[in-house]
T-cell receptor
Framework: KAGVTQTPRYLIKTRGQQVTLSCSPI?????VSWYQQTPGQGLQFLFE???????NKGNFPGRFSGRQFSNSRSEMNVSTLELGDSALYLC??????????????FGPGTRLTVT | AQRVTQPEKLLSVFKGAPVELKCNYS??????LFWYVQYSRQRLQLLLR??SRESIKGFTADLNKGETSFHLKKPFAQEEDSAMYYC?????????FGTGTSLTVIP
């Protein structure tokens, strides 16, 4: 079956703009988690959605938001972009939430560059 | 506070030599630990989890609660093991990842 897909794969934005990233989970998976990956910080958890509800949230400012649709697809939005938001944004899907210890399957990521 | 620490950013070993990638965690509850691997130009993928207590591609990892460690080991490294390895802790609310160790196996 098809893996996790993320669009777009690459994005260049300027400071102050906003951006929306999309993630389509593996068919049947109801949980989607988002991570920010940077060379210095590694993978940092942004948020987790399950059945259209945000279940958990990492330590990121309110400029970072997300949502999940009824088909489990998820979007992540970053408003008022800052240079420090340049990173690889990874999406991972699983059958259940982190509380159920299901395996996470990662997408290829969206490379965001803020200039 | 750093929940997962991988002290080595880079690790090089010769083919056939033993390899150990270190991971230490900080968590007062009952930890659930994983190793993820990312091969060149591939996605991040699960290598193994401590609750399975299984060996994947010759790798094993034992949870040591006393030392709060979950080191990844393989007795004989292969060239195809060259990759980025991430240790991860699931607290039930979220996953915490280490910063990763880049393993290079020298032929």
């Amino acid at each position: 079956k098809a893996g996790v897909t993320q669009t777009p794969r690459y994005l260049i934005k300027t400071r102050g703009q906003q951006v929306t990233l999309s993630c389509s989970p593996i068919s049947g998976h109801r949980s989607v988690s988002w991570y920010q990956q940077t060379p210095g910080q590694g993978l940092q958890f942004l948020f987790e959605y399950f059945s259209e509800t945000q279940r958990n949230k990492g330590n990121f400012p309110g400029r970072f938001s997300g949502r999940q649709f009824s088909n489990s697809r998820s979007e992540m939005n970053v408003s008022t972009l800052e240079l420090g938001d340049s990173a690889l944004y990874l999406c991972a899907s699983s059958l259940g939430t982190s509380g159920n210890s299901y395996e996470q399957y990662f997408g290829p990521g969206t490379r965001l560059t803020v200039t | 506070a750093q929940r997962v620490t991988q002290p080595e950013k880079l690790l090089s070993v010769f083919k056939g030599a033993p390899v150990e990638l270190k991971c230490n965690y900080s968590y007062s509850g009952s930890p659930e630990l994983f190793w993820y691997v990312q091969y060149s130009r591939q996605r991040l993928q699960l290598l193994l989890r401590h609750i399975s207590r299984e060996s994947i591609k010759g790798f094993t990892a034992d949870l040591n609660k006393g030392e709060t460690s979950f080191h990844l080991k393989k007795p004989f490294a292969q060239e195809e093991d060259s990759a980025m390895y991430y240790c991860a802790l699931n607290t039930g609310n979220q996953f915490y990842f280490g910063t990763g160790t880049s393993l290079t196996v020298i032929p």
